[in-house]
C-alpha cells in the first residue's frame, strides 16, 4: 500500500513539473537509502542524468512563468509530464519487496500506467487552470502559480517518499481542487463565448 502511494505521490509532482521528482528520486538515491532504485532504473542515480535534468529543469522553470509561452510549453509537456510520471512510479515500486507485496513487483506495466495516469490528469488540470489565471490576472499570475506549482511538486516528491500516509490527504484536497478549477474554467470559457456574441464581426 505505500509503496502505492509513494508512486502516486511522486507521479502527482510530476504532472506538475516533470523534472522535480525525477532529480529528487535521483539524488536521494545517491546519496541516502531513502530511495532504492531497481536494476533497470539505475541510470536514475546517474550524475551525469541528474545534470542534464537539473538544466532541463531551470529551462521549464523559465519558461512556465512566461505568460503565453507557459500554454506552449504545456502542450510540449503533454508527453513528457505523463512519461516522468510512468518513470517514478516504477522506479520506486521497489518499495513493494521491503513490504513483502509482490503484485507491483509481478506486474511492472502496473506502475507505468498508474503513473502516466495520474502525471496526466494532473497536467491536464493545470494546462486548463493556466489561460484562466492569465487572462484574470493580465498575465501577472503565471510566474507566482508556476513558482507555488514547483514548490508543490518539489513538497509533494518529497512527502511521497517520506511520508506516504499524507499522500491520502494531499490527493483528496488535489480532487477539490480539480472540481473549484474546472468549475472556473468552464465559467470563463461560457463567459468568452458570450461577450464574442455580443460582438457581431463588422
Known sequence: MLAALTGLGLSTAAGLNAYIPLLV??????????????DGYAWLSNWGVLAILAVLLLAEMVLDKVPAVDSVNDAIQTVVRPASGGVVFSATSAAA???????MTQNPWAG????I????????LK?????????GTAG??????????DAGSFGMSLIALFLPV??????????????????RARRFR???????????PG
Open 97 to 103: 519487496e521491503l513490504e513483502n507485496s509482490s503484485w
Open 117 to 124: 495516469v495520474m502525471a496526466l490528469a494532473v497536467h491536464a
Open 166 to 183: 499524507l499522500v491520502i490527504v494531499v490527493l483528496l484536497l488535489f480532487a477539490v481542487l480539480a472540481w473549484w478549477v474546472l468549475r
Open 140 to 149: 501577472v499570475g503565471a510566474p507566482v502559480v508556476s513558482t507555488v506549482e
Open 190 to 200: 461560457a463567459r468568452r463565448r458570450a461577450a464574442r456574441g455580443h460582438h457581431p
Open 25 to 38: 528520486v535521483g539524488v536521494l538515491a545517491n546519496v541516502t537509502d531513502a530511495v532504492r532504485l531497481p
Open 112 to 115: 507505468w500506467l498508474l503513473g
Open 127 to 135: 494546462s486548463a487552470a493556466r489561460p484562466v489565471i492569465n487572462a
